[in-house]
Structures are given as structure tokens and as C-alpha cells.
């Protein structure tokens, strides 16, 4: 285990010295100077090269790059080009607020979708199998922000029953805060849940197929615990492996969720930084981003030797 | 003699002379009670003296711009409360040498205070200014400053605070751009004194009659700030003298403000702003529709058109001079014959334009920055038509009957594809096609100087121009030959008649005089076309309906101070 998890962390640093090189010289193709955005497009000239030599956007690439990545690894992450405040206070708050979206969407589609999953499985080719698998599959399709709009059409303006925006005022309880923040967690739930149901009916199926379930039922054990016991564990392996990607996409990649709902998570952030060139930002935002993706995934890998002894054999020798 | 008259004329016995003139112009019946106000209060008369005046003096009530609808109290007001405001995310930090945005303007407003407020109606309200007055040639101008005045913390505001603010302002190296826009030719470093604590004279450039407008709040970045405060630092206190004070900032989520008991003037109505930062229009919308704000600070006629019919929403539309400028580059081929140029102005169907683009909240244009807003446009200048049989002849007389292929380079902001489109379809009726080159507005406004930038290189261009209560800047930056002068000349417009009357225009001080060079100018630009002004259109705010009192200025920025709800 010790030796997997060094591996693990050797791989993750490459991943993200590569995810930071790609996305800071990526970043310098977009059109733009730096401080032309911040000082606009009638300032005077001298004044524009004055703020960019004052940033330090007139360095040479690589220097600006060393400069910033190990202030990095040394925990500062600098101060916003735009915004001129710590970015670690930007990206502390956004993560916050994208985690607790994250967790709530998280809680609701993750039981729902391998629920759904598992009977459309067990009721292969019957009704209830076409209604979630076409109907997830119908509902995943429709872009988050018409799914998006159509629900604050319905449940905030005609019924009147949920607020339009995601972030309560400050110093609401837990469950006002879940309140807000149902309208766009059902969005993501409309979204996920038939990409998960369907992996999870495909594994489930795969596993009611293959032969130590057949033994399982030839010993007299009885399909409850055969479900459990078998089926289930071996199941959910790619469904985790799907939640796991996801994560990323869920902390980091809801623009458009983030902008309908007026919510300030890491979306947004990531993408007004990419926008305005704001290079400590931008950078920032997308390691950690990254980060929490790698975790993620990490911890995909470690439940996966939890639910399956042969993976936990296998790495043991 | 009767005692109105004999009360005028001693009023009149301590008015200067432009105050004498204009007094005269509105006695005359030259222009209208509404002018005359406007007026008046640019060349620094009371508003209180100026009713008295129109009472007295009689002259025409004809309306001329202003509010078309508004949030005004009626009835009483419940006093206490909390405005929920939507506001457009700032871009950038809240530096007032910095902000150059809708966003930032909003929340400078929000504590900051300016000499004066630029009103919905464009009459000047004395803030920090009690009054101000020209000398004979409108070169000095000296304001009064209001005594007793404190900045947020308790600190007493002097005028020195006023020069140093206008100092750091035009301040070549470091200043902000976006004001030296507006003063730039007008007032340079040094010039401006403070002889006592209630006194600051600024010694201009050169005679300019609307200077008033131009250091009010219409230069959104001239809220006045203590001397010894860095403007780097300002958005850690938000330090003014304004009628609300910081409560608390969050970067790219909102700013909460509070009523300022100690303000100089009358207290707000309501307790606190809770003003909410959004980075698109549609969720802005919704939240006034779902009961999650009362006052949105603005939105387009084509993303809000939910709002223009719903009968639960004020809409507040204040007559604006924001419009687009198609540039022709008068140096280059095809545009070098005036022409062409005229005939690519005659194809286009501008009322189809404010009724398709703006569902008639706007006002057509006539080729110059004369907009219908400004009292001194002369409108006896016949309006430019659709007219395609000229538009053809044109073309034949300049040799381009066979027509021909030119590239309209523009960026993909607002409702400005939709215009570029439109007038690519114009132009083929008198067979001119048109390519069209949309980016977004970092590429087309490049470095935004002369040989790097999209906007100012590009042989046929829309750029966007944002409201100015005075015509000045439009007449200057984009059109002077002048090279310190035409920074944004995009149509390499050169001509030293237009430069003189626009020296003229800007000098001249009373209404009169602006008007009869306005007129001269007018004539020019629709002969010479080097932009096309399709249409000024108007901006837009909305407010929930129990929300009275809510002052909306077409630059973004909004008064809340008398606002409540109602009862």
C-alpha cells in the first residue's frame, strides 16, 4: 500500500507540473495584454507598460512561470492581477462554495442514479428499464442551462417555492443554505444521473452475468445476499471510477451552472480569470482544482482494493 | 414696477454673465423651461433660483430629453429597510483610478461623493460643490466648496482633499485613463488651487463651457478622496462622504452599505444596500422576477424583454448618448470619396434599426455625436433618410457603380452583431458586400493605439461608446485631426475646419452659441460621413414596484439615497 500511494503522488506531481506548464502557456495565447484589460482600451501606452513591468508581465515567459510556481510549493500564491487581493482568499472561498454544491448534488444523484441503475438492471428489457435508461439518458442530453432555466421558471417565479440564486445571505442556517442551493443541485442531478445510472445498470449486468453469481445462486444463497454480497461490490467498480471523474467536473467546471445561479464557486472564478489574463488566479484555481481532482481519483483507486480483494492482492505482491 | 420683476432683476444684478445670457435665451423663448434648468445648473445656478427664474421669466415649456419613465416618490415612504441592488461584476479591483467599468463606476458611487451628480434629466446636482461659476471666457472655474463636510471616518473634507483628487486623476504617470479621457486637452497637472478651504479653482487649457460636467459624476472615477489615501488602498475602506458607508466588501460577490448617519445632507430613507455582484444579465432578470432583488442597475432591451412588458416591474428609461460609431477610414480605399461613405449612410433604415435592435428605446442619430439628448444639438439640420436610389447615384458619381467588397471588422459585445448584420444586408441593396470580421473585445480593441489595434487600423468598423452628458469627448477623441487630440480617431478624419468649430463649440458658454456651432458641425459631419451614428439608445434600469425614489444616471450609476418603500 505504502509503495502504491508513493507511486500514486510521483504521478500526481507530473500530472500537475504538466496541467500548470500547459495551462500557463496556454494562457499567453489568449488574445490581450494584461495590463491593456486592466487599465482599458484608452489608456495611454506609457501607463500600460508601466502596470505591466510593475506585474511583471514583461518578464520572459519562463521567469514569470519559476517565479510563480515555487511561490507556489511555498504557499503563496500571490495577489490577483484584477481583483488585487490574495488569490488563497479567492480560491478559499470559491472552493467552499463549490464543495458544498458539490457534496449536496453528490448526495442526492449518487444513491438516486445506482438505485436506478440497479433496478433497470435486475429488470432488464422491461418497462421500468426503458424508463431510466432512455429517460436518464433523454435528460442528460439537455444542456444545464435549459434544464437550469426551466426549473427556476417553475419552482422560483410560477410556484413561487425556491429562491433563483444558489448563495443565501450570509449567516443562514444549514437548511436555508441547502434551500438555495436545490435549484442547481437538481440541475447537476438532471445532468449526471443518466451517464451514472447507465454505467451502474452495465456493471450490475455484468456481474449478474458472470459465473460466481451463477455459484453464489447454486449454493442456496439467497438473492438478497447474493445481490449484496456479489453483485453489488463488483458493480459499483466502474461506477465509482465515474464519480471519481466527475468530481473534477463538479468542482471546477460549472460555469454555467455557477453563472445562472448567480453562485461563486470555482467555475466561474476559473473562467473570469482565464478571460481577464489574470495569470496568478488563473494558475492557482486550476491546480487546485486539479488537486481535487487527483484526490479524488486516489481515493476512486483505494475503494476500488476495499470492494474487490483482487485488486488488493494483486497490489500487495 | 412689479416686485417678481424687481426680484429678478436683483438676482440677475449678482449673476455673471453667462448666468445674464442664458437667462436672456430662456426669456426669449429660445430654449425651453427644461433646457434652461439643464443649463443652468452646468453653469452653476441653483436649482431653487432657477425654478424661481422660469416661474418669472416665462419662455417655452417645450420637453426636451430627460426621464421617459421613472421611479418617483409618490406618497409617503416607509422609513428603514434594505435595498437589495444587482449590479454588474466589477472587472477590477475597487481602485478609483483603476475602474473603468459599469461595475466599478457603481460601487465608487455607492460612499463615494463627486462635486456634483450628473441627474437622469443631465442637470448637475451640487454635491460636495455648493455652487461654482465661470470667470468671462469660462477658462477658470471656480467651485465652492461645501463646508462641514466629513469623510466616513470622522476627518473633516478641505479642499485640498479636491485638489489632490483631481490631481492623482489627470496625473500623467499613473493617473486613470478613463478620466483623463474626459479632461485630456482640458485641465493639465498644476493647474488646479485651492486659495482657502472652501475654495478650488481650476485654471484650464483653454475656455471650455460644459468643464463643469466634465469633473461631476459623470466622470465616474471623480469621487472625492482624502489627500493622504493611496488609491490602491481605497477598497479597503471605501472612504467618502457619500450618504452610505461600508459595511462590507467581498470581491466578485457583492458590497453591503449602510445608511451614514453623519452624512452633510438628508439622511437615506432606508437603512442598508445590500448590493449584489453578477456576471450576466439573465440572472440579474431573474432575481428581480423571484423576489431576490429590488433595483436592477441595468439591462438590455434584448435580454430583459420579460421585463418591458411585466406589469410587477418599473421600468426606469433614461434618455442616454450611448450609441455605436460605424467608422470609414477616410484615408483608405474604398472610403476616401465622401460619396461612398454618404451612400453607405443613405442605405441604412435607422427607425428599423431602434424598432428591430432596441424595440424603440432609442433615439435615431444623424451622423454626429449630436444626439437628440443634448440641448445644444440643433435639430433643425434635416434628419439623414434611408434613401437607396441617392445611395446608388452616389456610388455611380464616384465611380463604384459596379459596386464593391470591403471587411467590417467589430467585436461580439452587445447587441453589435446584430448591427454589423444588418448593415452587411443594407449595403448589398446598393451592391457593396460587406465580409464581416467578428472577435471578441480584447482582439478587436487590441492595445487600443494606432498601428495595434483592430479598432483604430480597421478599414470599417462599430465600436461602442458609452453615455457622456455632454458631446464633447465624442467630438474630440474620434474625430480630431489632431494627433495628441483624435486618440481614438478611427476614421483618420482630418479636417481643420471641423477641428476649429470644435474648439469653437467647446469654448462658447452659453446654449446660444453652442447651439449655432452645433448646427455648423452637424452640417459638416453628415457632408463629410466619416461615422455613421445609427441611433443613441437609452439605458435601462428596473426596480420592483413598491421601490419608489430610485434615481438612475445613464453612465451606471445610480442614487439610492432618497429611495424607500412605499407604505
Given amino acids: 500500500m505504502g509503495r502504491f500511494l508513493l507511486k500514486r503522488l510521483g504521478l500526481a506531481t507530473i500530472t500537475l507540473f504538466l496541467l500548470s506548464v500547459i495551462v500557463f502557456f496556454g494562457a499567453q495565447v489568449l488574445p490581450g495584454n494584461v495590463a491593456r484589460r486592466i487599465l482599458g482600451p484608452f489608456a495611454d501606452q506609457a501607463a500600460v507598460d508601466a502596470l505591466n513591468k510593475n506585474l511583471g508581465t514583461d518578464r520572459p515567459l519562463l521567469t514569470q512561470y519559476w517565479d510563480w510556481i515555487s511561490s507556489f510549493f511555498r504557499g503563496d500564491f500571490g495577489d490577483s492581477f484584477s481583483y488585487g487581493v490574495p488569490v488563497s482568499d479567492l480560491i478559499g472561498d470559491a472552493l467552499l462554495h463549490s464543495l458544498k454544491l458539490a457534496a449536496f448534488a453528490f448526495v442526492m444523484v449518487v444513491p438516486l442514479a445506482i438505485l436506478g441503475g440497479v433496478i433497470a438492471a435486475l429488470k432488464r428489457d422491461r418497462l421500468i428499464d426503458r424508463v431510466i435508461t432512455i429517460g436518464g439518458l433523454s435528460l442528460a442530453v439537455v444542456p444545464e442551462f435549459v434544464s437550469g432555466i426551466i426549473l427556476i421558471l417553475v419552482f422560483g417565479l410560477w410556484l413561487d417555492l425556491l429562491p433563483v440564486s444558489a448563495n443565501a445571505p450570509e449567516g443562514s442556517s444549514f437548511f436555508t443554505q441547502l434551500k438555495y442551493l436545490l435549484l442547481p443541485a437538481l440541475t447537476l442531478v438532471i445532468l449526471l444521473f443518466g451517464y451514472i445510472a447507465r454505467i451502474t445498470r452495465a456493471g450490475t449486468i455484468e456481474s449478474l452475468d458472470a459465473d460466481y453469481t451463477r455459484t453464489a445462486y447454486l449454493k442456496g444463497l439467497p438473492r438478497q445476499v447474493v445481490l449484496r454480497r456479489h453483485v453489488l461490490r463488483n458493480s459499483l467498480l466502474p461506477t465509482i471510477a465515474v464519480v471519481a471523474t466527475q468530481t473534477g467536473f463538479l468542482v471546477g467546471g460549472l460555469v454555467v451552472i455557477e453563472t445562472l445561479f448567480n453562485y461563486p464557486g470555482m467555475g466561474k472564478l476559473i473562467f473570469t480569470a482565464a478571460s481577464q489574463k489574470d495569470f496568478p488566479l488563473l494558475e492557482s484555481a486550476v491546480l487546485i482544482s486539479g488537486i481535487g481532482f487527483l484526490c479524488a481519483t486516489l481515493v476512486a483507486d483505494l475503494s476500488y482494493s476495499l470492494l474487490n480483494p483482487r485488486i488488493r492482492y494483486a497490489r500487495a505482491e | ?567
Fill in chain 2, 1 to 567: 414696477m412689479d416686485e417678481t420683476q424687481r426680484r429678478v432683476d436683483e438676482v440677475r444684478r449678482e449673476r455673471s454673465e453667462v448666468e445674464n445670457h442664458l437667462i436672456d435665451e430662456y426669456g426669449a423663448g429660445k430654449i425651453s423651461r427644461r433646457e434652461f434648468v439643464r443649463r443652468g445648473t452646468v453653469v452653476g445656478m441653483s436649482i431653487p433660483l432657477l425654478g424661481f427664474l422660469a416661474a418669472a421669466c416665462g419662455g417655452s415649456d417645450g420637453e426636451t430629453g430627460g426621464t421617459t419613465t421613472g421611479a418617483e416618490p409618490t406618497g409617503d415612504l416607509k422609513k428603514g429597510g434594505t435595498v437589495r441592488v444587482a449590479l454588474i461584476q466589477p472587472t477590477t479591483a475597487p481602485n478609483p483610478l483603476l475602474v473603468q467599468d459599469e461595475g466599478g463606476a457603481g460601487i465608487l458611487g455607492a460612499t463615494g461623493e463627486f462635486l456634483s451628480f450628473s441627474d437622469d434629466k443631465l442637470e448637475l446636482q451640487p454635491r460636495i460643490a455648493e455652487s461654482w461659476e465661470p470667470n468671462e471666457d469660462g477658462s477658470v472655474w471656480t467651485f465652492k466648496i461645501r463646508q462641514g463636510v466629513k469623510f466616513h471616518d470622522g476627518t473633516p473634507l478641505t479642499a485640498n482633499d479636491v485638489v489632490t483628487t483631481f490631481d492623482k486623476l489627470i496625473n500623467p504617470d499613473g493617473g486613470s485613463a478613463n478620466a483623463q479621457s474626459a479632461l485630456g486637452g482640458v485641465l493639465s497637472p498644476g493647474n488646479i488651487e485651492a486659495p482657502d478651504d472652501a475654495s478650488v479653482v481650476f485654471n484650464l487649457d483653454a475656455p471650455n463651457g460644459n468643464f463643469p460636467t466634465l469633473v461631476s459624476s459623470a466622470n465616474y472615477n471623480a469621487i472625492i478622496i482624502p489627500a493622504d489615501l493611496d488609491p490602491g488602498d481605497w477598497g479597503k475602506t471605501f472612504q467618502g462622504t457619500g450618504p452610505f458607508k461600508l459595511e462590507k466588501f467581498t470581491p466578485k460577490v457583492g458590497l453591503t452599505v449602510v445608511r451614514n448617519d453623519d452624512y452633510w445632507g438628508p439622511k437615506p430613507n432606508v437603512d442598508k444596500l445590500d448590493i449584489k455582484f453578477y456576471d450576466e444579465e439573465a440572472p440579474m432578470i431573474l432575481a428581480l422576477q423571484g423576489d431576490e432583488v429590488d433595483f436592477v442597475e441595468h439591462f438590455s432591451v434584448s435580454g430583459g424583454k420579460a421585463l418591458l412588458g411585466d406589469d410587477n416591474v418599473q421600468v426606469i428609461a433614461v434618455k442616454a448618448a450611448t450609441h455605436r460609431e460605424l467608422h470609414m477610414r477616410t484615408d483608405k480605399e474604398p472610403f476616401t470619396d465622401k460619396r461612398v461613405r454618404q451612400a453607405i449612410a443613405l442605405s441604412i433604415d435607422r427607425q428599423a434599426l431602434v424598432d428591430g435592435l432596441w424595440e424603440g428605446q432609442a433615439d435615431i442619430g444623424n451622423d454626429s455625436p449630436f444626439g437628440p439628448l443634448y440641448p445644444s444639438t440643433d435639430t433643425s439640420v434635416p434628419q439623414r433618410e434611408q434613401d437607396i436610389d441617392q445611395a446608388k447615384q452616389l456610388l455611380a458619381d464616384a465611380g463604384k457603380g459596379d459596386g464593391f467588397t470591403v471587411q467590417l471588422d467589430t467585436w461580439n459585445g452587445f447587441e453589435i452583431p446584430d448591427l454589423a448584420q444588418l448593415v452587411k444586408n443594407y449595403a448589398e441593396q446598393i451592391g457593396v458586400t460587406i465580409n464581416l470580421k467578428i472577435t471578441d473585445g480584447a482582439t478587436y480593441y487590441g492595445d487600443g493605439v494606432f498601428g495595434k489595434s483592430t479598432w483604430l487600423d480597421s478599414v470599417m468598423g462599430i465600436t461602442d461608446y458609452g453615455h457622456r452628458p455632454v458631446p464633447n469627448v465624442y467630438l474630440t477623441a474620434p474625430l480630431s485631426g489632431d494627433p495628441k487630440i483624435g486618440v481614438w480617431n478611427s476614421a483618420h478624419f482630418k479636417n481643420d475646419t471641423y477641428d476649429g468649430l470644435v474648439r469653437d463649440y467647446v469654448a462658447a458658454l452659453d446654449l446660444d452659441s453652442q447651439r449655432g456651432v452645433a448646427k455648423q458641425i452637424e452640417e459638416l459631419l453628415l457632408d463629410e460621413t466619416p461615422i455613421i451614428f445609427p441611433y443613441f439608445y437609452y439605458f435601462l434600469a428596473a426596480a420592483k414596484p413598491s421601490l419608489k425614489g430610485a434615481v438612475s444616471a445613464a453612465t451606471g450609476q445610480f442614487d439610492l439615497s432618497k429611495a424607500g418603500f412605499t407604505a
